[in-house]
């Protein structure tokens, strides 16, 4: 089983940047393709952005198209997701995700996780 752990939430302003990273242990990074969902307490999870094996192909929820970009360094077994313009609306858990089977934007065909980092987004 491949751990996950997330780091890089914080506080910060509306129109901001936060880099966020998930730093991948227990097994060989590269053969997993990666998600990020973010989560807001009472609410399901929302798919944000996912990554190839490769890091050559991704794909991003249509509220993040533009603004966030993910990406994956395989030498390093960690993921990132850059965030940018943020907005007050998207103050969640965020939360990577790995598999080597790809599930796209569902939440359930992805079986390991991270714990989660906050992000909060003042106005």
């Known amino acids: 089983q491949i751990q996950l752990v997330e780091s890089g939430g914080g506080s910060v302003q509306a129109g901001s940047s936060l880099r966020l990273s998930c730093a991948a242990s227990g097994r060989t990074f590269s053969y997993y393709n990666i998600a990020w969902f973010r989560q807001v307490p009472g609410q399901d999870r929302e798919f944000v952005a996912t990554?190839?094996?490769?890091?050559?192909?991704?794909r991003y929820g249509d509220s993040v198209k533009g603004r966030f970009t993910i990406s994956r360094d395989n030498t390093k077994n960690t993921a990132f997701l850059q965030m940018n313009s943020l907005k007050v609306e998207e103050t969640a858990t965020y939360y990577c995700a790995a598999d080597s089977y790809y599930s796209g934007d569902r939440a359930p065909g992805w079986r390991s996780w991270g714990q989660g980092t906050q992000v909060t987004v003042s106005s």
């Open positions: 990554i190839r094996q490769s890091g050559v192909g991704t």
